[in-house]
């Protein structure tokens, strides 16, 4: 099992980037609940970094000094970097952009800088990814895979996303962890450099799929998620969950999710029983780029 996190800026309950900016979920959130919550059961985040994390000094500094077990990726919103970056103060903006409807070259050279400016920051190379609004095909893959990343968790299977600049469409994706085709972001191929770890989801007719994700669903929808992908998958040799959310989710009103106190403990309080009882089912929790050994 992976708990693969979007760690970003604070924003507010539209979604928008705080104004003035600020870091609440990475100084605060971090330390003194996620990875505590964490460490209670043993399991293994994956915060995966945005370009205004990495920018912003005093996240460094207390991401540097996260004490415990977790695993430090990338996480891409394109508008935010060089080339054609649009934004230089990120207060009070969205990030609609899908990095893969740039030209392969430019969206391989954002993808350059970002893991350049993650190296800066902590002295090694990042080997996880995630799109920002999951905006990922193959070309994404094929660049990541030249910068030396092994596992990419862009997929949201049943799910087409849309933006102004274009769209990405999971519906027919796998539900599990494939090595995708060089000519299709959503369609399994031979064996390659890189996993694609779907965002865990169960099908709902007709609705958006039950999401594997605090908040958004119970602790008894999540567990009857999970359970469906062990009797669904029962014969696979590696069955595996992926939990995605948010940094932010855990501060109140910096999403629309949680908006006092109350509500962001009730958040991890969920995380945590679920989590837990993954662990009673016998799941292990390990770092996203450790499932490429696994498969």
Known sequence: MTITIDTECDHDPAWVRSSPLTFESITEGLPNRLQPAFESVGAVPTYLLTV???????????????????????????????????????????????????????????????????????????????????????????????????????????????????????????????????????KPGPARALLQAPVTMKRRWFRMPRWFRPWMSSVEQMQAVAEWHLQTFSDQEVLHLNMMFHSMEVIPCATPYPQNEAEAQRFIDDMVKVLHWCREQGFEFVGLSELRELY
């Open 52 to 186: 205004e994390v990495m920018e912003d000094p005093a996240s460094v500094g207390a991401l540097r000094a996260l004490q415990g077990s977790y695993e430090y990726g990338t996480h891409l919103h394109a508008a935010f970097i060089e080339p054609n970056k649009k934004y230089t103060d990120y207060a009070g903006v969205d990030s609609p952009d899908f990095q893969c409807s740039y030209p392969p070259d430019i969206e391989y050279a954002k993808l350059e800088n970002l893991t350049r400016l993650f190296e800066h920051c902590f002295g090694y190379k990042p080997t996880s990814f995630r799109a920002g609004r999951y905006g990922a095909n193959h070309h994404s893959i094929n660049s990541l895979e030249k910068l030396g990343y092994l596992v990419d968790s862009s997929v949201t299977p049943f799910i087409r996303w849309e933006e102004p600049n274009g769209q990405v469409d999971f519906r027919k994706a796998p539900l599990q962890p494939y090595f995708p085709a060089p000519d299709n972001i959503a």
